[in-house]
């Protein structure tokens, strides 16, 4: 069942549920208020029939008889009799009244005046103890049927049931309308999401303006979808790549061994033909590291280790690295540091962005030939800018746009030893971490790095 059916469904029950409350609460007090009502007419009636039956002044019960004939309408199948009590037996005499339960008798005896009640085949019956002047004691009560009551509470009845089934499908209605708006931003995200596939893996869904569920579920997808997007191109990546760039080390191998085989040779030659070998050996290694760093920067996120990480002490262990791997640098480092500690805080993982950095910054020792190279930090609003300034070589004005693909060299870095896969890790690793990394470079003038990290604040 989908969930707008089943979300519609328990609105109904819930409203259904209150309806039927309030409906059997109206019913309730309706029917009380009606059968008291109609208890008390019948009490009084009785109380008019004593005092008329036994008021000894005419007057007076002229009086009664004309204020129950004008005021007091008659009650359906009205009936009023007036039993002889005797106190010291205890027996009533009952010739022509009703025949009810001897409880009933007793019980009006024991309220000694209060009203009793009787309900008898549908027949109600109110009778009260009376004292005449001479001292003796009658039973006078009256009886009628609630026809009236009953016909309005009926009435009510059906009025409820039929006010409950259609408030029942008005609501039903009204909640697959309703449901049907209120999900019609899921179904957009589920026909776009249907639209992505491993060929355009870079069509992004619509985020919006709002912070409701809906937007955070479309930037979820949207993050997921980013790494899926780093993990495919790293992947294809390696694969596309690692034929060509294996291809030549293991051609050179192979025929430098296949001309050593071919007949005999001196010890110099062997040499010779080992020490290509040996070099070509050690270029396939290079080669087959890189192509594993770049390939598993396109994690999912879970499988490494993800913190806080403070960048101002990131930047100053890629210092020390820098050190130990080029004593002859000169880089500089410069920290602008903000009051608050989460301004220079993100969320990462530290050997990561420790090896994107320092090949940031290997890098610029290694194209300027060890000239000054400025590591800076500052921070702006909820961003963690890194910049790295060199005065090497640079890098011809349009070739800057290939720099992130893998294994491509500038043409003027032919001198320099490397493979092309420094910068495109680097891009890789800066990206999963939500970041963005640009290039500024003149020829012969030098090169800027830019990275922008977002910060937790």
Same mark, same amino acid.
């Given at each position: 069942?989908?969930?707008?059916?089943?979300?519609?469904?328990?609105?109904?029950?819930?409203?259904?549920?209150?309806?039927?409350?309030?409906?059997?609460?109206?019913?309730?007090?309706?029917?009380?208020?009606?059968?008291?009502?109609?208890?008390?007419?019948?009490?009084?009636?009785?109380?008019?029939?004593?005092?008329?039956?036994?008021?000894?002044?005419?007057?007076?019960?002229?009086?009664?008889?004309?204020?129950?004939?004008?005021?007091?309408?008659?009650?359906?199948?009205?009936?009023?009799?007036?039993?002889?009590?005797?106190?010291?037996?205890?027996?009533? @005499?009952?010739?022509?009244?009703?025949?009810?339960?001897?409880?009933?008798?007793?019980?009006?005896?024991?309220?000694?005046?209060?009203?009793?009640? @009787?309900?008898?085949?549908?027949?109600?019956?109110?009778?009260?103890?009376? %004292?005449?002047?001479?001292?003796?004691?009658?039973?006078?009560?009256?009886?009628?049927?609630?026809?009236?009551?009953?016909?309005?509470?009926?009435?009510?009845?059906?009025?409820?049931?039929?006010?409950?089934?259609?408030?029942?499908?008005?609501?039903?209605?009204?909640?697959?309308?309703?449901?049907?708006?209120?999900?019609?931003?899921? %179904?957009?995200?589920?026909?776009?999401? @249907?639209?992505?596939?491993?060929?355009?893996?870079?069509?992004?869904?619509?985020?919006?303006?709002?912070?409701?569920?809906?937007?955070?579920?479309?930037?979820?997808?949207?993050?997921?979808?980013?790494?899926?997007?780093?993990?495919?191109?790293?992947?294809?990546?390696?694969?596309?790549?690692?034929?060509?760039?294996?291809?030549?080390?293991?051609?050179?191998?192979?025929?430098?061994?296949?001309?050593?085989?071919?007949?005999?040779?001196?010890?110099?030659?062997?040499?010779?033909?080992?020490?290509?070998?040996?070099?070509?050996?050690?270029?396939?290694?290079?080669?087959?590291?890189?192509?594993?760093?770049?390939?598993?920067?396109?994690?999912?996120?879970? @499988?490494?280790?993800?913190?806080?990480?403070?960048?101002?002490?990131?930047?100053?262990?890629?210092?020390?690295?820098?050190?130990?791997?080029?004593?002859?640098?000169?880089?500089?480092?410069?920290?602008?540091?903000?009051?608050?500690?989460?301004?220079?805080?993100?969320?990462?993982?530290?050997?990561?962005?420790?090896?994107?950095?320092?090949?940031?910054?290997?890098?610029?020792?290694?194209?300027?030939?060890?000239?000054?190279?400025?590591?800076?930090?500052?921070?702006?609003?909820?961003?963690?800018?890194?910049?790295?300034?060199?005065?090497?070589?640079?890098?011809?004005?349009?070739?800057?746009?290939?720099?992130?693909?893998?294994?491509?060299?500038?043409?003027?870095?032919?001198?320099?030893?490397?493979?092309?896969?420094?910068?495109?890790?680097?891009?890789?690793?800066?990206?999963?971490?939500?970041?963005?990394?640009?290039?500024?470079?003149?020829?012969?003038?030098?090169?800027?790095?830019?990275?922008?990290?977002?910060?937790?604040?």
């Amino acid at each position: 069942m989908r969930i707008q059916i089943k979300t519609s469904l328990l609105f109904t029950f819930i409203t259904a549920g209150i309806i039927l409350f309030l409906s059997l609460t109206v019913y309730y007090f309706a029917s009380r208020f009606t059968y008291n009502d109609f208890l008390k007419r019948l009490e009084l009636r009785a109380r008019i029939t004593a005092r008329i039956h036994f008021e000894g002044d005419e007057s007076t019960t002229a009086a009664f008889q004309e204020l129950r004939e004008q005021y007091l309408s008659a009650l359906p199948n009205e009936r009023f009799f007036i039993l002889r009590y005797d106190s010291v037996s205890g027996s009533v @005499k009952n010739d022509t009244g009703p025949q009810l339960p001897q409880s009933f008798y007793e019980a009006i005896v024991d309220n000694k005046g209060q009203t009793t009640f @009787k309900l008898v085949d549908h027949v109600h019956y109110a009778g009260i103890l009376h %004292r005449d002047r001479h001292n003796d004691h009658f039973l006078v009560i009256s009886s009628a049927t609630n026809l009236y009551g009953e016909t309005v509470i009926s009435n009510l009845r059906e009025i409820l049931v039929i006010t409950f089934i259609t408030s029942v499908i008005v609501v039903f209605t009204v909640g697959i309308f309703f449901s049907h708006k209120v999900f019609a931003p899921v %179904r957009q995200i589920m026909n776009q999401v @249907k639209d992505i596939s491993v060929q355009n893996l870079h069509l992004r869904l619509k985020e919006g303006d709002g912070k409701d569920e809906l937007t955070e579920l479309s930037r979820t997808f949207n993050n997921m979808l980013d790494r899926l997007e780093a993990s495919f191109e790293t992947q294809n990546n390696f694969v596309s790549n690692a034929s060509h760039e294996f291809r030549t080390p293991l051609t050179s191998i192979i025929g430098e061994a296949e001309i050593a085989l071919s007949r005999e040779r001196s010890c110099e030659e062997y040499q010779q033909t080992l020490q290509v070998i040996q070099q070509e050996a050690s270029r396939l290694q290079h080669v087959t590291k890189g192509l594993l760093q770049l390939a598993q920067s396109g994690f999912d996120g879970k @499988k490494q280790d993800w913190g806080f990480i403070r960048i101002d002490e990131l930047i100053m262990n890629v210092k020390r690295t820098t050190d130990e791997i080029e004593p002859n640098n000169r880089v500089k480092v410069s920290l602008q540091m903000p009051e608050l500690e989460k301004l220079v805080t993100v969320q990462g993982n530290e050997h990561l962005l420790h090896q994107a950095l320092s090949n940031i910054v290997l890098n610029a020792c290694k194209y300027s030939d060890n000239k000054s190279v400025l590591l800076s930090l500052t921070t702006s609003e909820n961003r963690i800018i890194i910049v790295i300034v060199d005065e090497g070589i640079g890098i011809p004005a349009g070739e800057v746009k290939y720099i992130f693909d893998p294994f491509f060299r500038a043409s003027n870095t032919n001198r320099y030893e490397g493979y092309g896969i420094g910068l495109p890790l680097t891009h890789t690793i800066i990206r999963l971490h939500k970041g963005d990394i640009r290039i500024q470079s003149r020829e012969g003038k030098g090169t800027t790095v830019i990275v922008t990290l977002p910060s937790i604040c």
